[in-house]
C-alpha cells in the first residue's frame, strides 16, 4: 500500500510528479516531487463544508509514504530549481497557513 495515512483536511497535495533524469533524453528517474498547500482559515468565521479536525498543519513523510521512497527527503524551492534543507523521512514538517512546501523523494 504506498500511502498509508490520509493527509489532514487543511492539507492538499498539489502535485506529485515523477522526475525526468535529462532534458534532452526524457526517462522517468528515482525521483519524485511532491507539492503540499496548507489551506488558511480565521477564527472568525467557520470554514464551510470543512467537518474534520486538523493537526496544525503538521506532516510526517514517513507516516504518509511509509514503504514507497526512501529514508531522506529534500525540502526545495517551489521550481524545484534550488535545494533546501535534506532531512529525514520520520521529520515532522510544520506547513504555515497559505503556504506551499516543495519536497524531493528517492526512491
Not at 18 to 31: C, E, F, G, R, W
Not at 62 to 73: A, R
Amino acid at each position: 500500500k504506498p500511502v498509508d495515512k490520509d493527509l489532514p483536511c487543511d492539507i492538499h497535495v498539489v502535485n506529485l510528479r515523477t522526475m525526468i533524469t535529462h532534458p534532452l533524453v526524457p526517462a522517468p528517474s528515482d525521483q519524485a516531487a511532491l507539492i503540499l498547500h496548507r489551506q488558511g482559515f480565521t477564527s472568525a468565521y467557520r470554514p464551510l463544508g470543512m467537518t474534520c479536525a486538523t493537526n496544525g498543519g503538521k506532516i510526517s513523510m514517513d507516516e504518509l509514504f511509509p514503504e514507497l521512497y526512501s529514508t531522506n527527503v529534500k525540502q526545495m524551492s517551489l521550481s524545484l530549481m534550488y535545494d533546501g534543507m535534506k532531512m529525514e523521512k520520520s521529520f515532522t514538517v510544520s506547513i504555515q497557513p497559505m503556504e506551499l512546501y516543495s519536497f524531493l523523494l528517492t526512491r
